[in-house]
């Protein structure tokens, strides 16, 4: 049984890459895809360890923290701001 972590290993704008095969979805993203984290859920429980990222090659896909990934940084452009910042 995988260990429950409270926090997740991620934080919004966070530059992350698929760093190995993900054996268990039925139509993964290919070794070596990147994208920017844009939503992390809040981690109650391990049925809710789920991080969105919009990935740069189109596709929408959420991570889990049983996938193999690695943080490589953050975004390189500052977000945009709306509204009063």
Same mark, same amino acid.
């Given at each position: 049984?995988?260990?429950?972590?409270?926090?997740?290993?991620?934080?919004?704008?966070?530059?992350?890459?698929?760093?190995? /095969?993900?054996?268990?979805?039925?139509?993964?993203?290919?070794?070596?895809?990147?994208?920017?984290?844009?939503?992390?859920?809040?981690? /109650?429980?391990?049925?809710?360890?789920?991080?969105?990222?919009?990935?740069?090659?189109?596709?929408? +896909?959420?991570?889990? *923290? /049983?996938? *193999?990934?690695?943080?490589?940084? +953050?975004?390189?452009? *500052?977000? /945009?701001?709306?509204?009063?910042?």
């Amino acid at each position: 049984m995988t260990e429950h972590r409270s926090v997740p290993p991620v934080a919004l704008d966070d530059r992350v890459r698929i760093a190995g /095969t993900m054996a268990n979805d039925p139509d993964p993203l290919p070794i070596g895809a990147e994208g920017t984290v844009d939503w992390v859920n809040t981690w /109650t429980s391990p049925l809710s360890e789920q991080i969105g990222a919009a990935w740069d090659n189109g596709r929408s +896909l959420l991570l889990l *923290p /049983t996938d *193999p990934f690695e943080v490589i940084g +953050l975004r390189e452009e *500052p977000p /945009t701001c709306f509204g009063s910042c």
